[in-house]
């Protein structure tokens, strides 16, 4: 709403415009002058990202599911993703994005999302997390036959696999 109060004119900047206000003085002579100045109503608040994973704990093998939700004061031009550095392909849904990071690994991964307002505006967030890695390393042992007589040379064999 507009309004003059104490030689200031107050006008609604709720809206991002470029505005032009123009000032008229007429004395009672007849006399008249006027001055214009222009005000931009700019946009610069970032975007909010809030991320959250749907448990607190994973395992190797198990499957991750991430939500974005995005907030911005405008419009949302871009909202991109990457796990562990590689960009990744979000699906959207009515209440923000997800994506779904599968067969999980042991050690440390990362959750990235950016988001770019139609005004240029960027904001990033991350949630990282651990896989520890719970598994038993696999030991095999094999021979060539199970008894050996005096002096022979016994042939053993092994096999060590871990999945990390």
């Known amino acids: 709403m507009d309004n003059y109060q104490n030689n200031r004119y107050y006008f609604d900047a709720s809206d991002f415009y470029t505005y032009e206000l123009r000032l008229v003085a007429k004395d009672t002579s007849g006399n008249e002058n006027e001055a214009v100045k222009t005000v931009e109503i700019k946009d610069t608040a970032r975007p909010g990202i809030s991320l959250s994973k ?10 991750a599911v991430f939500t974005a939700k995005i907030t911005d004061n405008h419009k ?7 796990f562990d550095g590689t960009e990744v392909e979000l699906t959207q849904t009515e209440t923000g994005y997800t994506y779904t990071a599968e067969n999980l690994t042991a050690g440390s991964h990362r959750f990235d999302v950016f988001a770019k307002d139609e005004t240029g505006n960027t904001a990033n967030n991350y949630i ?3 896989i520890a890695d719970t598994l038993p390393p696999v030991v095999e042992i094999s021979s060539d036959k199970e008894k050996y007589a005096v002096n022979e040379t016994p042939v053993i064999s092994y096999v060590i696999e871990d999945n990390v």
Do not use: L, N, P, R
């Not at 949302?76 to 990457?82: D, G, L, N, S």
């Open 54 to 63: 749907d448990k607190s704990k994973y395992v190797i093998g198990e499957s």
């Open 76 to 82: 949302i031009a871009t909202v991109t993703a990457t």
């Open 128 to 130: 990282t997390f651990t």
